[in-house]
């Protein structure tokens, strides 16, 4: 019995594979660095280190919001009437700076902030 209050399993499959794609891109990267540092590492400790700080570093943000989500709730719906231009907002700021990507735009932005604000160099 598929039968579960607040949704479909069809959708729920669909929104994980979309989740799945969307981050593909971002943490493959990152994860292949980090295995390969890991499997060249003097000791297996060390690997092992590297692949738990890892792991706590994707996990723990989502435990966070998960144990904050009731208390913040509350005050999300009273954003839900500019939901929809957020939303028309942020997908305007993905579509410059998919464009500022495509053109090289978007380094001579990152050098600018650079110059402009110094203390964005202590940053990472």
């Given at each position: 019995?598929?039968?579960?209050?607040?949704?479909?399993?069809?959708?729920?499959?669909?929104?994980?594979?979309?989740?799945?794609?969307?981050?593909?891109?971002c943490?493959?990267?990152?994860l292949?660095?980090?295995?390969?540092?890991?499997?060249?590492?003097?000791?297996?400790?060390?690997?092992?280190?590297?692949?738990?700080?890892?792991?706590?570093?994707?996990?723990?943000?989502?435990?966070?919001?998960?144990?904050?989500?009731?208390?913040?709730?509350?005050?999300?719906?009273g954003?839900?009437?500019?939901?929809?231009?957020?939303?028309?907002?942020?997908?305007?700021?993905?579509?410059?700076?998919?464009?500022?990507?495509?053109?090289?735009?978007?380094?001579?932005?990152?050098?600018?902030?650079?110059?402009?604000?110094?203390?964005?160099?202590?940053?990472?």
């Amino acid at each position: 019995h598929l039968d579960l209050p607040g949704g479909q399993p069809v959708a729920s499959y669909v929104l994980g594979l979309a989740f799945g794609f969307g981050w593909t891109p971002c943490i493959g990267p990152i994860l292949g660095a980090i295995l390969t540092a890991s499997a060249t590492s003097a000791t297996i400790g060390e690997g092992v280190a590297l692949l738990a700080f890892y792991s706590a570093g994707l996990g723990i943000p989502f435990l966070v919001v998960a144990g904050f989500t009731d208390s913040i709730a509350g005050r999300l719906r009273g954003i839900g009437r500019w939901g929809r231009r957020l939303h028309q907002a942020a997908g305007g700021v993905m579509i410059l700076m998919g464009l500022a990507m495509m053109t090289g735009r978007l380094s001579a932005l990152a050098y600018w902030l650079l110059d402009t604000f110094p203390v964005l160099a202590r940053i990472g």
